[in-house]
């Protein structure tokens, strides 16, 4: 058996007794349909990973990373369509996002949707928030949706990371109600075989081989009215938006530290401090932080390689000003420390940035 099912009640069982669960029925059952679509026997795809179709007609299952990865492999092999990301991405339904996609809808402005989309980010489960991790910032008039990627995707890594960029499109649509203005795009990968379908789906100059992923828009829309905004049911979702995070997020220890952190990157708790908040030893968050295959500086490190991608791609920002913004009392700390997440110095990765 490839994956399992966790149907409500039930607790989860994994590689690892405390690995994270990835996502719920409601993205299954959608990506099903959606793989059917394009040509995919779903129901010998659904046979072949055990997916019982009664357990998933539960709002509330629960299934494991193990299997959502299995069968996209197989959905990626089946197909032969290389993007097959970003047509997951931008054709996404808005079901999938749960509360989540509707308390970004009654928000304000696309500023208020963007916070909360991040804040939320592994709300939906998959792959955001953790194995890619999205921040955003303004730079010189544009809005910047940064894309972090870690190490564990494997063959995965270029469907999730197109997934990601395409559900961003596809969200800001909905929450916009008109297309978002997209200036250009950047990838830390070589041009694809299929990259027709990027100029198709972005409409923006587009730049492979970069050292980055960012997805740059005109940030004078962040503030404009929203078209379905609702103060009050933005509050009625948020609130259930938060409980559904907290119940999902309990067993999810490097997810909740790492908010920690992102609070004050500069000063970041120490590790009796961080099990303190979290209402238990060093020891058993260590292990607990082991157990998701993180230890406590990794994800400190983590956390100050995004901010500082991010601010060096503003050129307003000296790399002194970065330095001490994350904690170092001088440059040569931070260039040791940048080297060794990026392998090259901040200079050099803000050269090949801006060119």
């Known amino acids: 058996m490839l994956g399992r099912i966790h149907a409500p009640g039930h607790p989860a069982k994994a590689d690892h007794p405390e690995a994270p669960i990835n996502t719920d029925s409601r993205y299954i059952v959608w990506l099903l349909d959606f793989l059917q ?12 990973h055990r997916l019982d179709g009664k357990a998933l007609l539960q709002p509330d299952t629960l299934i494991s990373a193990e299997l959502h990865r299995a069968l996209l492999l197989d959905a990626l092999q089946l197909s032969g369509n290389g993007g097959l990301g970003l047509q997951l991405g931008i054709q996404r339904s808005l079901a999938t996002l749960d509360q989540l996609g509707y308390l970004m809808m009654s928000s304000s402005t696309l500023r208020e949707a963007s916070e909360i989309g991040l804040r ?13 991790v999205t921040a955003f910032s303004e730079i010189e008039g544009q809005g910047c949706y940064q894309v972090h990627v870690q190490d564990d995707l494997g063959p995965l890594r270029l469907l999730a990371v197109e997934d990601v960029l395409g559900s961003i499109v596809a969200t800001a649509r909905w929450v916009l109600g008109r297309p978002l203005p997209v200036t250009r795009l950047r990838c830390d990968f070589p041009a694809p075989a299929h990259a027709e379908q990027y100029r198709a789906v972005f409409g923006c100059p587009i730049q ?11 940030a004078a829309i962040l503030d404009q009215p929203l078209p379905h905004a609702s103060p009050q049911s933005a509050a009625l979702y948020a609130g259930l938006c938060e409980r559904r995070s907290i119940e999902r997020n309990q067993g999810d220890v490097a997810w909740r530290l790492s908010q920690m952190i992102v609070a004050n990157p500069a000063e970041p708790p120490d590790l009796a401090a961080a099990a303190s908040a979290l209402h238990c030893s060093p020891r058993t968050l260590s292990r607990k932080l082991l157990a998701q295959g993180w230890q406590y500086q990794q994800l400190v490190d983590q956390v100050r390689e995004i901010h500082a991608r991010r601010a060096l791609s503003d050129p307003t920002q000296s790399i002194t000003r970065i330095a001490q913004q994350l904690g170092y009392a001088d440059n040569s700390g931070f260039f040791r420390a940048f080297k060794k997440w990026t392998g090259l110095s901040p200079s050099a990765f803000r050269e090949r940035l801006l060119g």
């Open 37 to 48: 679509g394009q040509g995919i026997d779903s129901a010998q795809l659904a046979r072949r």
């Open 120 to 132: 939320y980010q592994n709300y939906p489960g998959r792959f955001s928030g953790r194995s890619i």
């Open 208 to 218: 492979f081989d970069a050292p980055t992923i960012q997805l740059f828009f005109d």
